[in-house]
């Protein structure tokens, strides 16, 4: 192929170390002079480059882009925007190519969710029928950890270390007020249809008694009566009860408990509120004083904090779609591969596209005990390597520095303008 520019894109909720993946993909290019000209970033993600609203990665100095390895959000802006299928709006899709054409854009790196992977599925297999074939190479990333195939996913260890780390902290916090106040502390966290962030939380308890006492996961159908009887016996047992819950726990109708009746640009119901709801059912039944937080962005923008072995796999992967895209390996996710986890080892593998798409990766039922309230010591061995290490961001007067780029745009090259 001869020498194109290429184009990457933040897709759905960022995370962590995101950028450390935008880092990555950005400084492999740059290796690769003779093949990639430039990098441009969509501006709020793929809207970029549908608007045209491109960045010039180009006129970031290597200092800035070195910089994004240990800075959260999304560097160049990210969204919730999922392309129709071809039937439904072709009119996007001629856009995209137009825009492509236009900057010389042979190469599409899509970083996020399964949303994402199948707008890179369908870029792939579009653009090839529309004339004007791009390599396109999906760079994986989900706090949710819910990509089928990869062991696990860049953003995800973070997350849980920072839950984990959170609900220890406020467990000891309860523990010292429980005799006269706070009997019970409910943490709620992300994870619509899997819990593995809640599960995160259990590594926190490490011996008997220790908390959160109980998890509530999206896998396990939220039973009232079990739960309450389960609060109950802690609280005898060791005077205090601290929860941890994800929000997209279900009743056994399958009804999240949290569903507020709007849906997010991806046709997702937006959930939040599940830690209250928890609460007061336990304020009204047992007579019980308590205290709950959300995690929200909290948990996923939390770079002071990051896993060491999450930082480095996010930039694996990110460097090795470069590789990828340079071997003409089109409609492709590199993977992370577990080799072992004791001791912890793992490298870079490569799936197919249309295997990842659409798909969601569950907690294995064996991973939860069977009450359903906690994790197992299998699920443990999973996830105590995702957390290992420290990776903390340089500091200044007590607090983290991070990176702004100047996110310099690309001059429009299109007569039309194109409305989202």
Known sequence: ????????????????????????VIETARKHKDKIGKVYAGRDGIIGALTE??????KEPASNIAGLRHTPGGAFGSCRYKLKSLEEDRAQYERL??????????????????????????????????GYPIVCVHVPKTVDNDLPIT?????????????ATSIREAGYDVASMAKTSTRVFVLEVMGRHAGWITAACGLA?????????????PEIAFDEDKFLARVEETIKRHGYCVIGVSEGLRNKEGKFLSEQGLRDAFGHAQLGG???????????????????????????AARHIASKTDVAQAYAVGKAAVELALKGKNAVMPTIVRKSSRPYKWTIGVADLKDVANREKMMPRDYITEDGFHITAKCRTYLQPLIQGEDYPPYKNGLP????????????KLKTEFKI
């Open 53 to 58: 609203d491109l960045i010039d990665t180009s």
């Open 205 to 217: 308890s490490e011996k008997e008694g220790e908390p959160p006492h109980i998890l509530l996961f």
């Open 97 to 130: 190519i137009e825009v492509f054409k236009a900057h010389n854009i042979g190469y599409f790196f899509y970083n996020g969710g399964g949303d994402s992977a199948d707008t890179c599925l369908k870029v792939s297999q579009l653009s090839e029928q529309m």
């Open 151 to 163: 062991d696990c996913c860049p953003g995800f260890g973070s997350v849980a270390k920072y839950v």
């Open 401 to 412: 520095v991070y990176t702004r780029l100047k996110n310099v745009a690309v001059p429009k």
């Open 1 to 24: 192929m001869a020498k194109m520019n290429a184009f990457y894109a933040q897709s759905g909720g960022v995370t962590a170390v995101i950028n450390t993946s935008a880092c990555a």
């Open 274 to 300: 599940v830690a209250p709801l928890i609460a007061n059912l336990l304020r009204e039944r047992l007579k019980l004083k308590y205290h709950w937080a959300v995690a929200d962005y909290l948990q996923r």
